[in-house]
């Protein structure tokens, strides 16, 4: 387990994660196809925000459920949590998930050209209404 630091892009936001980064997700949904961000996820108390979490910016959609916390100066979202499985997503045995997903390309001194990408399709995801 490594302990790696993090920061948006102007550095208002810093955090340390602890992890063993042996891939990175890839998501095709609408919001992180724009995003571009490169999430391992991380048990819950592995995330340490080294910032008051009023620094932090929230937005949600959709079910409401995944929270993504962004830099309100830069704009860079550096982690978030993931969104609880729906309906369809519980049918097909995905557990729920209580932990973090932090952008790998927030962290220092991480070779992402060396780490797996793991290609997630959140467009392929029936959302509950």
Avoid at 67 to 83: A, T
Wanted: glycine residues 6%; neutral net charge; proline residues 5%.
């Amino acid at each position: 387990m490594k302990t790696y630091q993090g920061s948006c892009h102007c550095g208002r936001i810093r955090f340390e994660v602890d992890a063993d980064i042996d891939h990175v997700r890839s998501c095709d949904c609408s919001v992180c196809q724009r995003r571009g961000a490169l999430n391992h996820r991380v048990a819950k108390d592995s995330l340490r925000l080294l910032v008051p979490w009023s620094d932090l910016t929230l937005y949600q959609w959709g079910s409401r459920t995944a929270k993504d916390y962004f830099c309100p100066v830069c704009g860079i979202l550096p982690f978030r949590r993931p969104s609880d499985p729906t309906a369809q997503e519980l049918r097909e045995g995905v557990e729920p998930f209580d932990g973090w997903a932090v952008n790998a390309r927030c962290l220092e001194g991480l070779d992402l050209d060396a780490i797996p990408v793991k290609k997630i399709y959140g467009s392929r995801i029936e959302h509950d209404v």
